[in-house]
C-alpha cells in the first residue's frame, strides 16, 4: 500500500527499457516460420546439433556441481590464504568474453596448447575440436554462475547447524552431506538452472576452442549462427526454440527472481 | 540407492560421447565416418554430393565442416580432426602444416558476381559501381579466399584502392557478405557466381564478363593424419569423378 506515483521522466524511461526489452522479441518471433517450425527442428540435422547440446550442457553443468559447490563452500567457509585471488579467478569466466575463454583453453588444454600435448601423449585425450572439447568449454564459462550462487547460499545459511551437528558427533562429511547441501539446496538448483543455461547458449569459447564439426562439436547456438547465412528461416526456427528454453528456466527461477520473495525453512 | 541411479544417469549421458567417432564395418569394403572441411562457397553442391557419395557407399558417412578455407586451414593447424580439406584457393591450401597424403588438387573452378539486393536500389552495374562514392560494399576479412580473389580483380581494374575505401563490412566467410547484403548493411558485395545461384529470389547478381573476371581455383586433398585413408580418398576420388563433377555444375561451378 506503499506504492508511489512515479515522475513522469522516470515512467516515460521505464517504459522505454521496456520497450528495448519487448521489441526484439516481437520481431523475431513476428517473423519466425511458425508453420514449417515442427519441420525444421525435426530435420537430421537440427535434432543432431540440439542433442549435442543437451547432451554436453548437462554434463557440463553436474561437472561445474561436482567441482563448484566444494569450492563454493571452501570460500565461503574457510579462511584460507588467498581466498580473495581464488574467488576472482574462478569468477574471471563469467566477465572474460567467452572467446578470450575459447582462446585460454586453446593454448593451453589445445592439441597444441602449452599442456596439450601431454594429455594427447600420456592420457590420449585430445579436447580441441571434440566433443569433450565442447564440455569443458561450458563448464570453463557457466561454473562461475554455480559457485557465486552456492556462496550466497552457504553464507546465508547458519553455520550454528553444522557446528551443532558436529557437537553430536558427526563426521565432516557427515555434516557436509547431511546438514550443509540440504541446506543450501535452493540456492544449488537456481545456480545449476543459471550455470546450463549459460552452457546450452555458449558460443564463443566453444567455436573459438572445440569449432565447428557437425554431430561432434556443433552445438545449437553454433548452428542457429551459421543457418543466418545459409537460410534464414532455420535460423529463426532456432531462435524460438531457444527463447522458450530460456523461458523454462526463467519460469524454474521464478521463486528467487519474480518477486515471490517466500522465505524457506529448514 | 540414490547414488546409483544418479550415476546411471551420467552414464546415460556419456555413452554416446564415447559411441561418437567409431566405426562400424559390415558388407561393404570401405567403411568408417570422414569429416570433410570444406570451403563455404561449396555448401550446397557438396551437401547434394555427400548425400549421393553416402548412397553409393553404404559404409561410409561424411561429416561436412563447412567454414571459410582460412578458418579451416586454422582448424587443421591446431590439429583439428578433418580428414579431407577442400578449399576455395591454394593460398590456404599451401599453408597448411599438416602433411598431405598426396599432393593437392585442382577439383573444379568458379567466378565471381556482385551481389546486390532485389531490384537492385543502388543500380550497380559493374565494378565501377563498386567503386562510386557512398556505396557500401561488404567482403570478407584478409586471407578468406573471396576477399584475395575481389582484391586481385580489383587490382587488375584498377579501382582496389577506390572500392577498398567502400568496405564497410568484413563478414567471416563469404556466406557473410550475403547476409550482409540481404539485411541492408551492405550495398553490394562480390562472391562467387555460384553463391548468387544458390541465393535464389532474396538476391540480385550482377555478371562480371569474363575479360574482368577472375578465376577461383579449388584445390582439394586428405590429410597425412586421417585415420579413414580408404574412404577419404574415395570420397576424393567421387568428386573427382563425372558423377561428383556432374553435381558441382548443377549447383555453377566449373567441371575439370
Redesign the interface.
Known amino acids: 500500500v506503499n506504492k508511489q506515483r512515479p515522475p513522469l521522466a522516470v515512467a516515460a524511461l521505464g517504459v522505454v527499457a521496456v520497450v528495448f526489452f519487448a521489441l526484439p522479441f516481437v520481431g523475431l518471433l513476428w517473423r519466425a516460420p511458425w508453420s514449417d517450425l515442427g519441420h525444421i527442428l525435426w530435420r537430421h540435422d537440427v535434432r543432431t546439433a540440439l ?1 549435442l547440446s543437451l ?1 554436453t550442457s ?2 557440463a553443468t ?1 561437472l561445474a556441481a561436482v567441482f563448484g559447490v566444494p569450492l563454493a563452500w571452501l570460500l565461503a567457509r574457510t579462511g584460507f590464504p588467498g581466498r580473495r585471488v581464488v574467488r576472482a579467478l574462478a569468477t574471471m569466466s563469467m566477465v572474460l568474453p567467452p572467446v578470450v575463454g575459447g582462446m585460454t583453453l ?1 593454448f593451453s588444454v ?3 596448447g602449452l599442456f596439450g600435448g601431454v594429455l594427447h601423449d600420456w592420457f590420449g585425450l ?1 579436447l ?5 572439447g565442447v564440455v569443458v568449454a561450458q563448464m570453463f564459462v557457466s561454473m562461475p554462475f554455480l559457485v557465486l550462487a552456492v556462496e550466497g547460499a552457504i553464507h546465508q545459511s547458519d553455520p550454528r547447524f553444522e557446528g551443532a551437528a558436529r557437537t553430536l558427533g558427526g563426521s565432516e562429511w557427515y555434516v557436509f552431506r547431511r546438514i550443509t547441501l540440504p541446506a543450501i539446496r535452493s540456492g544449488l538448483a537456481a545456480g545449476m538452472a543459471l550455470a546450463w543455461a549459460r552452457a546450452f547458449g555458449e558460443f564463443g569459447a566453444t567455436i573459438t576452442f572445440a ?6 562439436t ?1 552445438t545449437v547456438s553454433i548452428a542457429t549462427y ?1 543457418a ?3 537460410d ?1 528461416r532455420d535460423a529463426m526456427a532456432l531462435s524460438v526454440l531457444m527463447i522458450a528454453v530460456s523461458l523454462l528456466v526463467l519460469v524454474g527461477l521464478r521463486d528467487r527472481w519474480l518477486g515471490h520473495e517466500r522465505r524457506v525453512t529448514w | 540407492m540414490r547414488t546409483i541411479h544418479r550415476v546411471a544417469m ?1 552414464l546415460a ?2 555413452a ?2 564415447a559411441a ?2 567409431s566405426t562400424t564395418s559390415e558388407g561393404s569394403n570401405i567403411s568408417g565416418t570422414i ?1 570433410v572441411g570444406a570451403a ?1 562457397s561449396l ?1 550446397k553442391a557438396f551437401t547434394a554430393l555427400v548425400a549421393d557419395f553416402e548412397s553409393t557407399h553404404p559404409g561410409v558417412s561424411v ?5 571459410s578455407s582460412k578458418e579451416l586451414r586454422t ?1 587443421i ?5 578433418i580428414d579431407v580439406f577442400a578449399s576455395a584457393d591454394w593460398d590456404n591450401m599451401k599453408a597448411v602444416k599438416v602433411a598431405l597424403r598426396s599432393p593437392a588438387v585442382e577439383f573444379t573452378t568458379n567466378r565471381l558476381a556482385i551481389v546486390v539486393p532485389p531490384g537492385n536500389p543502388k543500380g550497380i552495374t559493374g565494378l565501377s559501381s563498386l567503386a562510386e562514392a557512398g556505396v557500401r560494399v561488404a567482403t570478407c576479412s584478409p586471407g578468406v579466399p573471396i576477399r584475395t580473389y575481389t582484391d586481385a580483380m580489383l587490382t587488375s581494374a584498377g579501382l582496389l584502392e577506390k572500392v577498398s575505401a567502400n568496405y564497410n563490412n568484413f563478414a567471416a ?1 563469404v ?2 557478405i ?2 550482409a547484403v ?1 539485411n541492408g548493411g551492405s550495398d553490394a558485395g562480390v562472391v562467387y557466381r555460384t553463391d548468387v545461384l544458390s541465393a535464389g529470389s532474396s538476391v540480385f547478381g550482377v555478371t562480371i564478363p569474363d575479360s574482368e573476371n577472375h578465376v577461383a581455383h579449388y584445390p582439394i586433398a586428405e590429410l597425412a593424419t586421417s585415420t579413414h585413408h580408404a574412404a577419404a580418398s574415395a570420397f576424393i576420388e567421387y568428386v573427382n569423378s563425372a558423377a561428383g563433377q556432374a553435381i558441382l555444375a548443377r549447383f555453377g561451378f566449373g567441371t575439370k
Open positions: 542433442w547432451r548437462l554434463i553436474l586453446l589445445g592439441r597444441k585430445t580441441s575440436y571434440s566433443t569433450v569449432g565447428n564439426f557437425p554431430g561432434r556443433q551459421l543466418l547465412d545459409v534464414q | 551420467l549421458l556419456a554416446p560421447l561418437c567417432g569429416t563455404t555448401g561429416s561436412l565442416s563447412l567454414a582448424n593447424n591446431n590439429a583439428a580432426p566467410n556466406a557473410g550475403v547476409t540481404v
